[in-house]
């Protein structure tokens, strides 16, 4: 069994994006031989060179004003002094992101994270769960999947999460949090069949 380290990179002001980080963090770590780094965008920018030894790094932001956060902004700004030397090459990348709506625009703000991964020459994982709506009984009603479906926001980038505007621990719903998880389990086992 390899040992792999994935490290995760959030921003997130009121703390809904934190408790998503948080499920991709543990989903990752179910994974036997990982090692498992969470840190805050701005904490990120200071510690960026450690991250040069991390096998998958997986970036994660609140939606604001239908994009990626400032805070998560700058923090990919930073990155560019791994851009010139390829050193995060190869690397295995992935994003998610949470906002009050059920779009909110969200896909603008995966989009721009897996643009930038893309730029550093990073190999991104998409969500792979089927969307939520072809869960048996969410289909043809108009109500569509419930709080507890997994992959309710029907996203394929990356794990999306809606929070309506209700505080934490109340929201995220546990489906969109299980969603998190599943994607923090997935990006350990392709990080694993990459570093055998
Ligand atoms: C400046 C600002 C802009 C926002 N823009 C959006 C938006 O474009 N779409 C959306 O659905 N929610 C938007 N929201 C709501 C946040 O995405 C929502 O409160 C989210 O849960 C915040 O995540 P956090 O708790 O991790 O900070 C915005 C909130 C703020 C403060």
């Known amino acids: 069994m390899s040992n792999i380290k994935i490290a995760i990179v ?5 703390g809904h994006t934190r408790l998503q980080a948080e ?6 770590a179910s994974f036997k031989g990982s090692d498992v780094l ?11 060179d450690e991250l040069d030894a991390y096998d998958a790094i ?5 939606t604001y004003m239908g994009n990626m956060a400032a805070g998560m902004k700058s923090f990919l700004e930073a990155t560019v002094t791994k851009w010139g030397s390829g050193k995060w090459k190869n690397k295995i990348a992935g994003g998610f992101t949470n906002s009050s709506n059920f779009s909110g625009d969200k896909l603008n703000t995966l989009q721009g994270m897996m643009i930038a991964a893309m730029q550093l020459g990073m190999i991104w994982v998409g969500v792979g769960d089927i969307v939520g709506s072809n869960e048996p009984g969410a289909e043809s009603t108009v109500d569509g999947p419930g709080p507890d479906s997994l992959n309710r926001n029907s996203a394929s980038i990356g794990p999306m999460a809606s929070s309506f505007g209700v505080r934490t621990p109340d929201a995220p719903p546990a489906g969109d949090l299980k969603t998190a998880w599943n994607y923090g ?10 570093n055998p």
């Open 38 to 48: 969470l840190l805050d965008a701005a904490e990120a920018v200071r510690r960026i």
């Open 58 to 62: 997986v970036f994660g932001s609140a």
């Open 185 to 194: 389990c997935r990006i350990a086992e392709i990080t694993a069949r990459f």
């Open 23 to 28: 499920a991709v963090r543990d989903g990752a």
């Open 10 to 14: 959030y921003f997130s002001k009121y």
